[in-house]
């Protein structure tokens, strides 16, 4: 690098000193090229890491090549002063899957397929980027009153290429394993893979999505506030000793999953962890997977927790308890499991999978821990958490002191 180069970076390094957000957490790598030093954030210190790499004071680090060009040069450097400042044309960044992905900037015109992904470009307050939907999220009339009236383009899990490709999208967001295939049927699209559903990464996916949506600022805004709940109720639960934590049975319906539960590394999995339970099926490999009753009864858990589909009656568009009371009265009237500490101890709950995805699960959260830590969490408030969610990241009109079934029983009010 010529003696020109390093004062155009240091003149360029000085000004971003003052501009660079600090950043929501370090807790993770974050999977962006150009996050050279390995934190959270592309900020100046991959600047100075870059260049020290160049003049071979440093080893290579696996996101130095912001370029993603085989190379660590100069263009690196600049490639990475762009992405600070929002004004670069490319990024490259790690999907869900593990897999570099190359998106064209500015992304303008976006198709989502899934709730989680919805849920966070609304958020993100990026819902006029969209263009088309999936006809499950065109039904989502109460939480996406914009993005429920664009064209639909066919299933989250069966999307049509031809209805994709005439909405001339930069990109299709969708799950890491859902849509298998959907790359080469719109080769003219960037397929984008970000969960945005597990605990354990779920805020790495919503930073990815700030930076590739240029909503920076605003990811670092949820993101703070998710981790206010989630963190202090990491916290408290680590300190828990293991014989003081239930058994908890994890179980999905409705009756087509019937005695289906979720094992290891499913979001089900990190989710019992992080609220102080141990998932009685943590060492089932398969992160679904159906049960037989017996086993059930040999695990024989302290607390069950039911996750019922949009398909039964629960959610946002649902007032009455009917549904969701059928649900748990459907499994504490088995004969088999009324022996069992759950039922014994009534301490069987229903639970929308509205409130369990995507960036709605710190309310699913907030639940669980009063649920399995009752007096630790006294004073945890999920309803007040998702009043908040609604009208401070959602800008929804939404009364759930009036409206909607979300847990079954309900809380008592305090």
Known sequence: MTGNCFFLVLVITAILLGSVPASASEEYALGIFGNANGDDTVDMQDLECIESIILGLDDQTQFADAKYDGEIDIFDVTQTELTILGKE????????????????????????????HADAIRMLEAENKVVGVSSGLAAEKILLP?????PVIGTSSKPDPEAILSLTPDIVITYETWNVGLEEQIPEVTVVRLDISKPESIMEDLTKLGYILDKREKAEEFIDWYESYTEDIRTHTEEIPVEDKPGVYLGLYPNIWKDKTMGTDSSGDMQCTLTGGINVAGDLVKSSTSVDPEWIIEQNPDVVVLIVTSKAPSGYGVDDTAGVRAVLDEFTDRPEFHNLEAVKNERVYVI???????????????YWAKWFHPQLFADLKPEEIQKEYLTRFQRVDYDIDEH???????LEKS
């Open 352 to 366: 929308a999978s509205d409130t369990r995805c995507g960036i709605q699960m710190v309310i699913s959260t907030a």
């Open 89 to 116: 044309k490319k990024l490259t960044f790690i999907d869900s899957r593990g897999e570099a992905v190359t998106v064209n900037k500015p992304v303008e015109r976006i198709i989502a397929l899934s709730d989680p």
């Open 146 to 150: 914009v993005m429920s009236e664009l």
């Open 404 to 410: 909607g079934i979300f847990v079954y029983p309900a």
